[in-house]
């Protein structure tokens, strides 16, 4: 009996699986999650961003595109407005739409960043 099929079947078999394998590096957002009242209340905050379920973007009740946000909350910031932000989603809002929300907002020097609850 020969075992050069048994040996083709196990080559094959480690080519499949090397090729489906995954070996993206997969990054971690830090959230520090704050307690019921210890969080800053919506009055304080300088920014609020909707989400809306169409994709849309609000800064503040006014429409905006992704990728205008970071240079506007750059110019309020020159302005003098303290950077907070309160992000209101929907719960249709895809995780991926809101990671580039969360991206644009720090890539404008950002750091202190509340995600509220969602809109109905």
């Given at each position: 009996m020969?075992?050069?099929?048994?040996?083709?079947v196990v080559?094959?078999l480690l080519?499949?699986f090397?090729?489906v394998?995954?070996?993206?590096q997969?990054r971690a957002?830090?959230?520090?999650?704050s307690?019921?009242n210890?969080?800053p209340t919506?009055?304080e905050?300088?920014?609020?961003?909707?989400?809306r379920?169409?994709?849309?973007?609000e800064?503040?009740n006014?429409p905006i595109?992704?990728?205008?946000?970071t240079?506007?909350?750059k110019?309020?910031?020159?302005?003098?407005?303290?950077?907070?932000?309160?992000?209101?989603?929907?719960?249709?809002?895809?995780?991926?739409t809101?990671v580039?929300?969360?991206?644009?907002i720090?890539a404008?020097?950002?750091?202190?960043?509340?995600?509220?609850?969602?809109?109905?």
């Amino acid at each position: 009996m020969s075992m050069t099929p048994l040996i083709d079947v196990v080559f094959i078999l480690l080519l499949f699986f090397m090729l489906v394998s995954n070996f993206q590096q997969w990054r971690a957002m830090p959230l520090q999650l704050s307690g019921q009242n210890n969080g800053p209340t919506e009055r304080e905050q300088s920014f609020s961003v909707v989400i809306r379920q169409d994709g849309g973007l609000e800064l503040n009740n006014i429409p905006i595109a992704l990728e205008t946000l970071t240079a506007t909350l750059k110019r309020q910031i020159a302005d003098g407005i303290d950077p907070n932000v309160l992000i209101a989603a929907s719960e249709s809002t895809g995780l991926q739409t809101l990671v580039h929300v969360i991206d644009s907002i720090s890539a404008a020097g950002i750091d202190q960043i509340t995600l509220g609850g969602t809109l109905p």
